[in-house]
């Protein structure tokens, strides 16, 4: 029997059409929310994979332009101490005073690699000049500077003034005002390595300056190029 509204009057039971109605509109609603958040999940993902890329294009940017970029290594002359030091003047007429000069030096090179793999060089000579006149050489032996780092290497010298009497009278007045002036000049033949088999070769010159006090035996300034 069919209930009574307030008014006395029964409630008529929904019809049919209209439940199935209701039921339609209800799943239509549910697809649409399906519908966006699946929109929405795809917007993410879309999202998501344009800034792995950029996160990606960055670091392949950042790796080619620091890690693999190949600089080259830098020689130079850093220090000096002496074993020995023999400076002496002896006569060779007309008033003039040629030097006697035997000075063992133990020099001090750097090289600087700032890398991100070694540079492996090989053996080389130093030369050393007294105003372009050879005074002295030594070896620098097959080696190696490890990633970013600066590698010290001892050159021991012994300096000998030229027999040439000219010479020597030329380069004594250069001696007898205390100083002894040399420049250091070689060629360091080698490659670096990076990773992934990635090998450069690369030169480097030594070409420095340097200028020792005689009296006091010490070096009193160097200036590398």
Known sequence: MAEENKAGYPTAP???GDSRSAEEAGEATSNELRHQKRKKLLLYGVAFVIFL???II???VLFSTTFMKIRTPEIQFQSGTFGYFNVQFFDVGNESKSPLVNVSMN????IKNTNFGPY???STTVYFYDYGIPVGSA???KSKASFRSTKKINVPVNLVSPTNLSISSFIGIEIGSGLISLTTQSELNGQVELMFGVKKKKTIDL???VEIL???QEIETVICN
């Open 214 to 216: 005689s009296a006091a």
């Open 58 to 60: 960055v670091l392949i």
């Open 120 to 122: 492996k060089y090989d």
């Open 207 to 209: 070409n420095c300056y």
């Open 139 to 141: 070896i620098i032996p």
């Open 14 to 16: 929904p019809a049919d």
């Open 107 to 110: 020099a001090v090179l750097r």
């Open 53 to 55: 890329t950029g996160i």
